[in-house]
């Protein structure tokens, strides 16, 4: 028995380092990257560019000999892009340079403008009761709590917004540049309220004449609304599906539509097909399926993923993990984290899992509803996200949600690092029996949630941030 173990672990070690140097000697994932990028385009949900993408992907797939590989489509409301003016009209009349988000709906109107800062709770504190009403709310992007605090993401502070009776919202980023930032308002449905995204240079002006005194603003957005479809790229590995355990890995290959998200997620998505190539040649040493899914839709509200866990809900307790990856790039190599979503258990077992692979890497726990890997633990399916830190001297997702979003900001040895991990991480959570993991039930998923900082979104808008009308 001793020996049979031995043996196990040796044949796990040579598995491993076959794999890596599978990786590290090819330049296969960079040159997917740049195919993607630079030839099939922005890949935004429900657009041609995006159906040419998934079915690139799943050739792809085929080409590497996964099994059964094939797209999944799916229906939605898609939101396309027109003409936006913002127009400083008081104290000065002047042009800023702002683009809508998402699934903003269509307006034109005149109204008067609110600054406030982070767009946290204890912002609209400071403010008198009422004094968003009606009002064009103006908002930093991203926020800087105190260390253990939590950073509102877009949703909670449009939601806020909402809630404080505002008429309009715009989005400030942090990062110099002249980059206007997106970001989708909703999950396939029209938004409650028209919303913008600003560089930070106008941003900032509007915030400096707020300072001595009301500023008017006139906003006219143009958007159009159109059922349409997106498809999921499924492919499979290792030993068949026998009704046992498995594993999920996956990642968004959708991109906003302002770039190609080269960094978020072209990057994710070529490093999880790179993590699946090389594995293909251990396959014999899977000890479960692996089932690689390319999403569609996550920058519109993760609706790939959403359709896919609903589909596949009757077997999502036989899942023992789900490995999302998003945006792993935006450092520099080795500086890959992972982000666990509701299970506080796999945080001592990731962190151990980085010693023994002599490859550490941060590991926490936090409830985020920003990411693929949501829909799967809101059934309660042990999931998280690899992602990365922040690009060095940027705030927040950095290049990301901006037209800078670009092939050049991606080190190709850094596709290799992330796609090692990957592939490393799932060799050994297929071979764990005792992966510690706890599915959790839906209540129990509930009451996480609740306790968490969305659950007052959640309790207000009675919808996760981030959930389409069918989820
Ligand atoms: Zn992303």
């Not at 490093?271 to 251990?282: C, N, S």
Request: proline content about 6%; glycine content about 10%; some cysteine.
């Amino acid at each position: 028995m001793a020996r049979a173990t031995a043996d196990r672990v040796d044949a796990l070690m040579r598995a491993e380092r076959a794999v890596l140097g599978e990786i590290h000697a090819s330049d296969e994932a960079y040159r997917n990257l740049l195919h993607l990028c630079d030839i099939i385009g922005d890949r935004f949900g429900g657009s041609e560019s995006e159906r040419q993408g998934g079915a690139w992907l799943r050739d792809r797939a085929a080409q590497y000999g996964l099994a059964g590989a094939r797209l999944q489509e799916f229906r939605h409301l898609g939101w396309q892009r027109g003409p936006v003016t913002a127009r400083i009209i008081a104290p000065v009349d002047r042009a800023i340079d702002a683009i809508a988000l998402p699934y903003s709906p269509s307006c034109d109107f005149e109204g008067e403008a609110i600054w406030v800062g982070q767009g946290e709770a204890d912002d609209y504190e400071k403010l008198p009761a009422d004094a968003c009403q009606g009002k064009i709310v103006v908002s930093w992007a991203e926020s800087t709590p105190p260390p253990g605090g939590h950073a509102s993401h877009r949703r909670e502070k449009t939601g806020r917004a909402l809630a404080h009776g505002a008429r309009a919202f715009l989005f400030v980023n942090q990062n110099a540049g002249n980059m206007a930032i997106t970001g989708s308002l909703t999950a396939g449905f029209e938004g409650e309220l028209p919303a913008l995204g600003l560089p930070l240079e106008s941003g900032d002006y509007v915030r400096r004449l707020l300072e001595r005194g009301p500023v008017r603003l006139r906003i006219q957005i143009a958007s159009s609304f159109a059922e349409t479809t997106s498809v999921n790229v499924l492919a499979d590995l290792g030993p068949a599906d026998r009704g046992g355990p498995f594993l999920i890995t996956g990642a968004h290959y959708d991109a906003h539509d302002v770039a190609v998200g080269a960094l978020d997620n072209t990057s994710g998505t070529v490093v999880v097909l790179e993590a699946a190539r090389a594995l293909k040649t251990v396959e014999a040493l899977l000890a479960v399926p692996v089932r690689v899914i390319l999403f569609a839709c996550e920058e519109i509200g993760l609706l790939g993923a959403w359709h896919y866990a609903r589909a596949m809900a009757a077997d999502l307790p036989r899942c023992r993990f789900v490995l999302n990856v998003d945006s792993p790039v935006k450092s520099h190599p080795g500086d890959e984290s992972l982000s666990v979503c509701g299970f506080p258990e796999l945080v001592p077992h990731f962190t151990g899992m980085g010693q023994d692979l002599k490859y550490s890497f941060e590991t926490r726990d936090r409830i985020s509803a920003y990411a693929d890997h949501f829909p799967f633990s809101v059934a309660g399916v042990p999931s998280g996200t690899l992602g990365s830190r922040p690009t060095s001297g940027m705030v927040g997702r950095g290049w990301g949600h901006t037209p800078a979003d670009t092939v050049d900001k991606v080190n190709p040895k850094a596709l290799q690092s992330a796609a090692a991990l990957v592939a490393r991480l799932l060799l050994r959570i297929a071979h764990d029996e005792s992966f510690p993991g706890r599915h959790r039930t839906r209540a129990e998923m509930d009451g996480t949630i609740d306790a968490s900082p969305i659950g007052w979104y959640v309790r207000h808008f009675k919808r996760y941030p981030f959930q389409p009308s069918w989820a």
